[in-house]
Nanobody, 130 residues
Framework: QIQVEESGGGSVQSGGSLSLSCAAS????????SAWFRQAPGKEREGVAG???????NYADSVKGRFTISRDNADHTLYLQMNSLKPEDTGVYYC????????????????????????WGQGTQVTVSS
């Protein structure tokens, strides 16, 4: 059974940094693409950053230049480095993984869409105060 679990959330002042991790277990297949999503109170879940299994990355416009997604295939860990945090970055952050090995071109059009992801963590809270 595949499981994913986030860690690293917390509270920080505006302009600060946080690093999130997501550990996956239950599989050894490396052709999975993954992403970080977030959900603010009263808002829909949105894709923040995605990484294809070939390491191509994509970001939401709101976080470009501030967030960096990366992965370590050796230990099945996904990371999100968040710098220059803003109050609007506040929310519950989820890591998610696709079960289907989409091509890079197809993935580019769907990486931000939650229905394409099969495995989700429980979420970790990130709070940025002004």
């Amino acid at each position: 059974q595949i499981q994913v679990e986030e860690s690293g959330g917390g509270s920080v002042q505006s302009g600060g940094s946080l690093s999130l991790s997501c550990a996956a277990s239950g599989y050894t297949y490396t052709r999975f693409s993954s992403a970080w999503f977030r959900q603010a109170p009263g808002k829909e879940r949105e894709g923040v950053a995605g990484i294809h299994f070939d390491t191509t990355t994509n970001y939401a416009d709101s976080v470009k230049g501030r967030f960096t997604i990366s992965r370590d295939n050796a230990d099945h860990t996904l990371y999100l480095q968040m710098n220059s945090l803003k109050p609007e970055d506040t929310g519950v952050y989820y890591c998610a993984t696709m079960a289907r090995p989409w091509s890079r071109s197809d993935w580019g059009g769907i990486w931000y869409a939650s229905p394409y992801y099969n495995y989700w963590g429980q979420g970790t809270q990130v709070t940025v105060s002004s």
